[in-house]
């Protein structure tokens, strides 16, 4: 479609990231065949050689900017990317992700033949022992749904598949048109949830998104990776911008927004080990969960494994961990 003309702004959170996986990730960004990029990487305190293998990009290519800061956290680090995009374009990539490299052309072309606002690819689960030995094609053809902003936003409450292995809620895998993200942030106190949040935010402002089949982000799935199942403390104040979230959202959104939210709160529940240390959380969960509960359950759009947990934990939570685990897992 001609000339790159639209800037496309990539940001990049980095902390302490294996070098092949660094590099790796950076230079699939580097070598897209859409070429008027600037990939903004923000080191958050990593004390290994991250931040030197960073610099060292940086020094090398004129359309990479790296800062270092202390460490606060993935939202922290986006935001200070989302503060210093120039783009037309903005796009986030983990530092143990990758892309194909065709896809940010791709989507930059499926926006401007559709005016639209964002566009989403799909993506492609991967291992660290993966061995990739796909034949590339530059230019693979791909297939492609339109959606109004209701219709995605309906898809983002109720984690929606538009095609395998989209994954609608996260902030990965997708190109937001800048004017659509402008004043949007991550919340930092929020560290799970805080993709979907942001997602709402911004796609409430969209007036068309395309969806698209073609698999152009590559999804590192790490043994030491963020959560993967680990319980972590700091969730519980997750709780309170949920809350935030369900008094300020549109009306015509509050079931979706709570549908998704109390469905966040039961992974978070399910994630607690048993222990006297974790009673107190429980309890605000539980809380959490009964207050929506029956709003959740009476949405007819609401998944079956979010109403059947909440069916289940009218017998008690405890009882509906248990059950859960031995159907659901």
Same mark, same amino acid.
């Given at each position: 479609?001609g ?16 070098e ?22 923000i ?10 293998i ?8 004129h ?13 922290? !680090?986006?935001n200070?990317g *989302? ?8 796009? #986030?990539? =983990?530092? &143990?992700? @990758?892309?194909?490299?065709?896809i940010?052309r ?8 559709n005016?639209?606002d ?13 061995a ?22 309906h898809e983002?409450?109720?984690m ?9 809620? !996260?902030?990965w895998?997708k *190109? ?7 004043n949007? #942030?991550? =919340?930092? &106190?929020? @560290? ?9 935010d ?22 030491d990776?963020?959560i ?24 015509s ?9 109390v ?6 529940f399910l994630?607690i080990?048993k ?38 934990s ?5 009882s ?7 159907f659901?897992?």
């Amino acid at each position: 479609m001609g000339a790159d003309s639209s800037l496309v702004s990539i940001i990049m959170p980095v902390y302490q990231i294996p070098e092949t996986l660094l590099r790796h990730a950076i230079e699939s960004i580097l070598n897209q065949t859409y070429k008027n990029i600037e990939l903004i990487i923000i080191d958050d305190g990593s004390k290994d050689h991250t931040g030197a293998i960073c610099d060292e990009y940086a020094h090398m290519d004129h359309r990479v900017m790296c800062c270092h800061t202390a460490n606060q956290g993935v939202s922290k !680090a986006r935001n200070r990317g *989302l503060h210093k995009v120039q783009g037309d374009y903005v796009a #986030f990539v =983990d530092g &143990d992700d @990758s892309l194909e490299p065709y896809i940010i052309r791709q989507m930059v072309d499926v926006c401007m033949e559709n005016k639209a606002d964002c566009a989403i690819c799909s993506c492609r689960h991967l291992y660290e022992n993966d061995a990739d030995v796909r034949p590339r094609d530059p230019d693979p053809p791909f297939n492609k749904k339109i959606y109004s902003r209701e219709g995605i936003l309906h898809e983002l409450f109720y984690m929606g598949k538009p095609y395998d292995e989209m994954e609608i809620t !996260a902030v990965w895998g997708k *190109l937001y048109a800048r004017r659509t993200i402008k004043n949007v #942030f991550f =919340d930092a &106190d929020i @560290s799970i949830g805080e993709d979907f949040i942001f997602n709402y935010d911004s796609l409430k402002n969209a007036s068309v998104i395309v969806c698209m089949d073609s698999k152009g982000y590559n999804y590192l799935l790490r043994a030491d990776s963020a959560i993967h199942g680990r319980y972590k403390h700091k969730y519980i104040q997750c709780l309170d911008g949920f809350k935030k979230l369900l008094k300020k959202c549109d009306k015509s959104h509050r079931q979706g927004v709570a549908a998704r939210l109390v469905n966040i709160a039961i992974v978070i529940f399910l994630m607690i080990p048993k222990g006297k240390d974790n009673a107190e959380d429980e309890r605000r969960l539980i809380d959490f969960i009964k207050q929506y509960r029956k709003e959740v359950l009476f949405n007819p759009d609401s998944r079956f494994k979010v109403k059947a947990s909440l069916l289940l934990s009218y017998l008690g939570f405890g009882s509906m961990k248990k059950i859960y685990n031995i159907f659901f897992q």
